[in-house]
Every structure is written in C-alpha cells, then in structure tokens.
C-alpha cells in the first residue's frame, strides 16, 4: 500500500501516531527534504529505503512508489504539515490513479496550527474574526487575480500566509492597504523546531524586524486582531448560557460546577449543540 502522509510542522512527536506507525512499518519512504525533520525518519526500519523527494522530479517520486507498489512494500510519501496546503500532492494522486494504483492519505498538523501553539493564541475570537485565510503571494505558482491580496485583506480576518517570508516587505503594503498598520502581526520560523523564532510587532514594522532576525523562508507570517488583546468572551462556557450539554446555571451558583445534577458531561461539541455560536 502507498500512503501519504502529513510529518506534522517539525517537532518529530507532532506526527500523528497512524503516521509514526506506518514509518515503522515502510519499506520505501520518499520524503520532502526541505521542510521535513529527518529525525522522523529514525522510526523507519533500518533496511528501509529511503528518498529525498528535494532532488526528485514527479515521474522519477511516482515511479519510486509504483515500484513499491509493484513488489508488494509499504510505501510512505512524507509531505511537510499537511499534504493538502500546498503539498503538491494531488498531482501525485492522480498519476497514481492513471495508474489504478490503490494509496491513502494521512493527514497531518500543518505548520498554521503549531504557529497558534507557539504563539498561545487562537485564531477565530468571538467579537474579533470567525474566518481563517489561508493563503500566500505568488512566486513561481501564480495565484488567481480574484485571490489577490488585498481583496482576501478587505475581510480583515485572521490571515496566515505561506510561502512568503521572502517578499514580506511587499506583503505587508498590500496588507496595509485594507487592515490598519498597528494591526498586530507575526511571524514564526520553524513552528515547533528547536531553532523556531518568532518576531511579533504590526504590519508596519514587523518585516524589519523579520529581516533583522535573519528570517527569509521557512515561515509563517500571521496578521489580524486575533493577535491582540480584546475579544468577548465566548458562550459555549458561559454559565448563564444553556446548550446541548449544560444547562445554564442561576445567578450566585456554585463556583466551578457545570451541568445539572447527574448530567454527563461528555464534552462539549465544538458549537456547543448551539444553533449560533
Ligand atoms: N503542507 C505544509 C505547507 C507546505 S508549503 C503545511 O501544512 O504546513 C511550505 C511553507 O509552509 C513554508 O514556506 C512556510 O510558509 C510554511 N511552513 C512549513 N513548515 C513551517 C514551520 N514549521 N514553521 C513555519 N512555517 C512553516
């Protein structure tokens, strides 16, 4: 079988375990050299044979796959993150499927979420953004006019953006055209590596300060209020609010009780059961 699977942001223990157990089990490993940590790689077997997609074209990581395929091993394509933002993963999918070739994709944390985890923050605030954007300038991968900058900036959502730490002089004025310049920004370096940097300041002066910490790739830059410090507090854990699985409490009820008496509380959907957030 071939399987894709997301290595996580860096941190070899941020792989989920179906992805460690499947290195363990790999005959064949092709894995993403530039972004991907290579201590994840001490859990393949030692006779495993392993591959630097860095210096692979597609047909030559399709064929090192088929082949597996064909000799009945254990393939793992190791993609940085997640192998669906901007994984390049899809083309190799579908050659697969040319090919009738069965695989699955494991899914793995992709470096946004390890930013908000260095960063001790959380991107959607209730009063602030509800709305994540994922996305990136162009480079060699044009982006569609319609996505441009600062069209995606006029929502003044929280913005992740990849794969543009080298251009983030020009990023910050596109952003600065819709989001006010003391917006809060950052920027984090290797999310969860053991050399990650982060830079914090606002869309004025956060690309000099990126610059002077040395910071021209392996990056994300974050911008949006989500990284100030007002929002309202949320209702799913307020006590005068009732939901699927805690029913709201009197004034001057007791400090630190949720639920009614004997009610399970098996944890709270992400919605809270609520029809509005
Ligand atoms: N699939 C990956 C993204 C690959 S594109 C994911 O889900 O994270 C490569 C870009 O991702 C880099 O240019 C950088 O913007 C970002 N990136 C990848 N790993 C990172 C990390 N550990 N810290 C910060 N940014 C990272």
């Not at 792989?15 to 363990?24: A, Q, S």
């Not at 600062?150 to 910050?172: D, K, N, P, W």
């Not at 004025?204 to 507090?233: N, P, Q, V």
Request: hydrophobic share 40%.
């Amino acid at each position: 079988m071939i399987y894709f699977v997301g290595a996580g942001p860096g941190d070899p223990r941020l792989i989920t375990v179906k992805g460690k157990e499947l290195l363990e089990q790999a005959d064949v490993v092709v894995y993403a050299g530039s972004l991907v940590n290579p201590q994840l790689l001490e859990w393949c077997p030692s006779q495993a044979r392993i591959f630097n997609s860095a210096s692979m074209c597609l047909e030559e990581i399709v064929g090192v796959l088929e082949a597996a395929h064909r000799a009945g091993e254990t393939a793992v394509r190791l993609h940085t993150g997640d192998p669906s933002l901007y994984g390049a993963v899809r083309e190799q999918m579908d050659a697969l499927d040319r090919e009738g070739i069965p695989y699955q994709v494991v899914p793995g944390v992709s470096s946004f979420l390890a930013a908000a985890a260095s960063l001790r923050k959380e991107y959607t605030l209730p009063g602030v953004t509800q709305t994540v954007i994922l996305t990136r300038l162009e480079g060699r991968t044009a982006v569609p006019e319609r996505e441009e900058i600062r069209s995606l900036a006029a929502h003044q959502a929280t913005m992740a953006v990849f794969l543009s730490a080298g251009q983030i002089e020009r990023l910050c004025a596109l952003l600065m055209e819709e989001y006010p310049p003391d917006t809060p920004a950052a920027v984090v370096y290797k999310a969860s590596w053991q050399d990650e940097k982060i830079v914090r300041g606002t869309l004025r002066d956060i690309a000099g300060k990126a610059r002077e910490a040395g910071i021209h790739r392996t990056a994300l830059i974050l911008a949006g209020d989500f990284l100030g410090d007002s929002y309202e507090l949320s209702r799913l854990y307020d006590r005068s609010f009732s939901h699927g699985y805690r029913r709201a409490q009197e004034p001057g009820g007791t400090e630190g009780h949720v639920g009614g008496p004997g009610e399970e509380t098996p944890g709270c959907r992400e919605d809270g059961g609520m029809a509005h957030g």
